[in-house]
């Protein structure tokens, strides 16, 4: 049973910076690609941020580019998303996603078929 628990989240200030993290068991992490989204109240859900197995392919939202930066560390088995200069229009709930797609790197929200439980980000102004 493939797991995925996020961590890290929290009340920040407006340009702090946070980094969250997600571990996975259950499967062989590397056999993996992984992205970041997040949520925010009355919105779907919206890619952040993926990267592939090996940690040499990125893929980010047009919108973050610049400001969030993923990473992997296969030892770990755990996928890491910096976010720096933090806004209020950032405060959602971001979630953690495995896809079996290893090929490429995927901001397609339905080719991640595991999840995490989400960890809320809330940023005040």
């Known amino acids: 049973q493939v797991q995925l628990v996020e961590s890290g989240g929290g009340l920040v200030q407006a340009g702090d910076s946070l980094r969250l993290s997600c571990k996975v068991s259950?499967?062989?992490?590397?056999?993996?690609?992984m992205g970041w989204f997040r949520q925010a109240p009355n919105n779907g859900r919206e890619f952040v941020a993926a990267?592939?197995?090996?940690?040499?392919?990125?893929l980010y939202a047009d919108s973050l580019r610049g400001r969030v930066s993923i990473s992997r560390d296969n030892a770990k088995d755990s996928v890491y998303l910096q976010m720096n200069s933090l806004k209020p229009e950032d405060t959602a709930v971001y979630y953690c996603?495995?896809?079996?797609?290893?090929?490429?790197?995927?901001?397609?929200?339905?080719?991640?078929?595991?999840w995490g439980q989400g960890t809320q980000v809330t940023v005040s102004s």
């Open positions: 996603a495995a896809t079996p797609l290893t090929v490429r790197v995927s901001a397609t929200r339905g080719e991640y078929d595991y």
């Open positions: 259950g499967r062989t992490f590397t056999s993996f690609g």
């Open positions: 990267i592939s197995w090996s940690g040499d392919d990125t």
